[in-house]
Structure formats: structure tokens, C-alpha cells
């Protein structure tokens, strides 16, 4: 897997802003220069207008439907103090919506796509 430093080297899409505990968490689509691959980012901001990269790859392709290397456009709710990410898996030909969880906004869990029905 490459460095931090080509994370995001082509381009940053999409993001999703959460405001938790006097934080700015910015989830962004950061895509690696050469081969196209798409992951989740994160960067923090206590202003709201100067954000730093945490480096911290929040969702990459795991799953056999990002398998074509696309975890894209996350956006974010909170239910009973869980927060849950919506985010597009792409396998190079369909792009299908998944579901990632977590506790902190640090550490997510993938559920896998979402089908007809998700139980939360």
C-alpha cells in the first residue's frame, strides 16, 4: 500500500462534515495518483476552516464488491450514539451502497451492502 503522501496526490471529493465534541471531522473521497484506487479520509478541524490530515484511512476496499478499488462518497448519521457512514462500493461495474459503523468516528466496522433491509 503506498504512503500517506499519495492518499489523496490526484484529487479529494464529497465530503461529509460531522460536528462532535467542539471537533470539525471531515470524511473525504481521496484518490491515489496513478491507478484510481478511492478510499475514505479523515481530517480535523477546530475552526471549521483550517482542517488537518490525519492520514488516518477510514475505509479502503476490503469487500468483493470495491474489489475494482472504490470506497466512495461516505456520508454520516448518528443513532443512539453510533454513527453510521453510507458510502459507495464499486466493483468496476456496479456501484452499490454500503454501511460502515463506529463508536468514535475513528474506528469503523463495515456491515456489508445494504439490501432491502438493514436492522441497526
Known amino acids: ?11 479529494t471529493y464529497n465530503p461529509a462534515v460531522l460536528y462532535v465534541n467542539n471537533t470539525f471531522y471531515m470524511f473525504y473521497r481521496a484518490q491515489y495518483r496513478f491507478h484510481g484506487t478511492s478510499i475514505t479520509m479523515l481530517a480535523i478541524s477546530r475552526d471549521e476552516i483550517h482542517f488537518n490530515k490525519t492520514h488516518k484511512m477510514i475505509l479502503y476496499p476490503t469487500l468483493a464488491e470495491e474489489m475494482s478499488g472504490r470506497c466512495e462518497d461516505p456520508r454520516i448519521v448518528v ?42
Do not use: C, F
Request: glycine share 6%; hydrophobic share 45%.
Open 1 to 11: 500500500m503506498p504512503g500517506p503522501e499519495w492518499l489523496d496526490a490526484a484529487a
Open 79 to 120: 443513532v443512539n450514539n453510533i454513527y453510521y457512514m453510507t458510502y459507495t462500493a464499486y466493483n468496476g461495474r456496479n456501484a452499490r451502497l454500503a454501511l460502515a459503523r463506529s463508536k468514535d468516528l475513528i474506528h469503523w466496522e463495515k456491515l456489508g451492502l445494504v439490501q432491502n433491509k438493514i436492522q441497526l
